[in-house]
């Protein structure tokens, strides 16, 4: 069975640039998870959403980050202006049920993100 | 505010040893998870506690949530090379939205051979 997808694994752009991220949670799944990963502050929650709907965007640092879930089988995060401190490891999970804290998580492979 | 911590944050282990890291919440949890990343890799679920003094067993690993459902704990015996790893515990912040997993700051474990 297919995990989840995500692309591109590896992007590397100059400060200022729009950045956006890609996800395809396992088919199935009603939940999906944005997370990001540093050395300094760990692995935080971005945004989850629950069918599709945004649920809680709290862990968003700023208006720069946006993400979308225009259906069950794609989601993006979009930086837009990038700045250097967002370089991280960006992860999409997914998983099941309603309740965003209840419910084991499937990672995906993660967006290395360098901002020049 | 809510958080939950893991001590401790690295663990150097000779293989063949045992070691145990903890996890710990400000708060009464409704379940815990654990999960193991390979440097390099994505975080992998590795099981869920949901009962008061829950213990679960994965071949050498251990896994016990507290009688108050506060605190967790992974032993792992016989260590191997396979092991090496972080491993997070992870507990669900509850908040008027809907509660969402908050993660440990891990235990990084490195396997001396």
């Known amino acids: 069975d297919a995990g989840v997808i995500q692309s591109p694994r590896h992007e590397v752009t100059e400060m200022g640039q729009e950045v956006t991220l890609r996800c395809k949670p396992i088919?199935?799944?009603?939940?999906l998870f944005w997370y990001r990963q540093t050395m300094m502050r760990g692995l935080e929650l971005l945004i989850y959403?629950?069918?599709?709907?945004?649920?809680?965007d709290s862990g968003m640092p700023e208006d720069r980050f946006s993400a979308k879930m225009p259906n069950a089988s794609f989601s993006t995060l979009k930086i837009q202006p990038s700045e250097p401190r967002d370089s991280a490891v960006y992860f999409c999970?997914?998983?099941?049920?309603?309740?965003?804290?209840?419910?084991?998580?499937?990672f995906g492979d993660g967006t290395r993100l360098s901002i020049l | 505010g809510q958080q939950v911590m893991q001590i401790p944050q690295y663990q150097h282990v000779q293989e063949g040893e045992d070691f145990t890291t903890y996890c710990n919440s400000s708060?009464?949890?409704?379940?815990i998870q654990w999960y193991k990343q390979r440097p390099g890799g994505h975080p992998v679920f590795l099981i869920q506690?949901?009962?008061?003094?829950e213990v679960k067993k994965q071949k050498r690993l251990t896994f016990q949530f507290g009688e108050a459902k506060k605190n967790s704990s992974l032993h792992i015996t016989a260590t191997q090379t396979t092991d090496v790893g972080t491993y997070f515990c992870?507990?669900?912040?509850?908040?008027?939205?809907?509660?969402?997993?908050?993660f440990g700051g891990g235990t990084r474990v490195l396997v001396k051979p």
């Open positions: 992870a507990g669900p912040l509850i908040k008027a939205a809907g509660n969402k997993l908050t």
């Open positions: 506690l949901v009962k008061s003094g």
């Open positions: 959403f629950n069918n599709n709907v945004p649920i809680d």
């Open positions: 088919s199935g799944h009603n939940s």
């Open positions: 708060t009464t949890l409704s379940n």
């Open positions: 999970a997914s998983g099941t049920g309603g309740s965003g804290g209840n419910q084991p998580q499937h």
